[in-house]
């Protein structure tokens, strides 16, 4: 008899969901970073010219989640799930 485990273990939409909560979770992660990313640069740098790049690369990072977490929202969604 094969146990509730295996058989969830080898469904491939149970690895699917997995995966998508996985870069839904990847795209908050990045979205906190990036936040990290410019409120330490506006603390810790002295010149404006660094702070601006820092800050900048922050809302990269932030954007790059945002845009992760979406998708993996939008891929949900067009599953029915």
Same mark, same amino acid.
């Given at each position: 008899? +094969?146990?509730?485990?295996?058989?969830?273990?080898?469904?491939?939409?149970?690895?699917?969901?997995?995966?998508?909560?996985?870069?839904?979770?990847?795209?908050?992660?990045?979205?906190?970073?990036?936040?990290?990313? +410019? +409120?330490?640069?506006?603390?810790?740098?002295?010149?404006?010219?660094?702070?601006?790049?820092?800050?900048?690369?922050?809302?990269? +990072?932030?954007?790059?989640?945002?845009?992760?977490?979406?998708?993996?929202?939008?891929?949900?969604?067009?599953?029915?799930?």
């Amino acid at each position: 008899m +094969v146990g509730a485990e295996s058989f969830l273990d080898d469904n491939p939409r149970t690895r699917q969901f997995e995966g998508r909560k996985g870069m839904k979770l990847a795209g908050f992660l990045l979205l906190v970073a990036g936040w990290a990313i +410019v +409120v330490s640069a506006l603390a810790l740098l002295p010149s404006a010219g660094s702070r601006t790049a820092f800050a900048l690369a922050g809302m990269a +990072v932030e954007l790059l989640g945002l845009a992760l977490a979406v998708r993996s929202h939008l891929v949900l969604e067009a599953e029915g799930e």
